[in-house]
């Protein structure tokens, strides 16, 4: 358990439809971030939140992309008008401080695939 | 500019060996912090181990320790006695934190890592 579920877990769709993500901490966490992998990459930066403010974005976040954190609890991305270059993983993850090393480490949740035909 | 590079895009070690997967760094920062991932082919990114720039002593989680070698920029990943669920895709990642409380990770191109029975 990562402590951060992630809904759908795949997400199939036409060229031009609109998705949207959902990212549930569960627990509360004031750090949370969105990324996306493409195949054969690692993860990329997309955005960032603390607490509801959204603080940094990526420049691979065009205006079809949206993310919000209404409360500072879950979060959602939503694509508009998808793309076939937008099928990739979309990955939330959350700042946890380990227990042995005592760091702040990226925890990601299971992510969503997304796939674009 | 971070950068991280994995040169090994595959892997193979034979059960029970151990196996070291390279990994070299680029920053201009003094503080930051290195990290190992794990990806097995079910998606989730599973977090293994940290190094931070200035602990003096190699980082050790388990059957997982952390090659750090400052002057040269490298965090080399050994897995001592590998077992058939090692098998999977591999990431070193790099973190500076910055203002806001946001910490900026960037990943690597991953290594592939296949144990044979």
């Known amino acids: 358990d990562t402590g951060v579920s992630q809904n759908p877990r795949h997400k199939i769709t036409k060229r031009g439809q609109n998705v949207t993500f959902r990212c549930d901490p569960i627990?509360?966490?004031?750090?949370l971030y969105w990324y996306r992998q493409t195949l054969g990459q690692g993860p990329e930066f997309l955005t960032y939140f603390q607490n509801e403010a959204q603080l940094e974005k990526s420049r691979l976040l065009s205006d079809r992309f949206s993310a919000e954190r209404p409360k500072g609890s879950f979060s959602t991305l939503e694509i508009q008008r998808t793309e076939q270059g937008d099928s990739a993983m979309y990955l939330c993850?959350?700042?946890?401080?380990?227990?042995?090393?005592?760091?702040?480490?990226?925890?990601f949740g299971a992510g969503s695939r997304l796939t674009v035909l | 500019a971070q950068k991280i590079t994995q040169t090994q895009p595959g892997m193979f070690v034979q059960e029970k060996e151990a196996v070291t997967l390279d990994c070299t760094y680029d920053?201009?920062?003094?503080?930051?912090?290195l990290f190992w991932y794990k990806q097995p082919s079910s998606g989730e990114m599973i977090f293994l181990i940290y190094?931070?720039?200035?602990?003096?002593q190699n980082a050790t989680e388990g059957r997982y320790s952390l090659n750090f070698q400052k002057a040269r920029k490298s965090a080399n990943l050994v897995i001592s006695a590998s077992q058939l669920g090692d098998s999977a895709m591999y990431f070193c990642?790099?973190?500076?934190?910055?203002?806001?409380?946001?910490?900026?990770?960037?990943f690597g191109t991953g290594t592939k890592l296949q144990v044979i029975p």
């Open positions: 920053t201009s920062d003094q503080s930051y912090g």
């Open positions: 627990s509360e966490h004031n750090r």
């Open positions: 190094q931070g720039s200035y602990d003096e």
């Open positions: 993850a959350l700042h946890v401080r380990t227990v042995t090393s005592g760091a702040n480490v990226l925890t």
């Open positions: 990642a790099m973190s500076h934190r910055l203002s806001g409380g946001y910490q900026k990770v960037t």
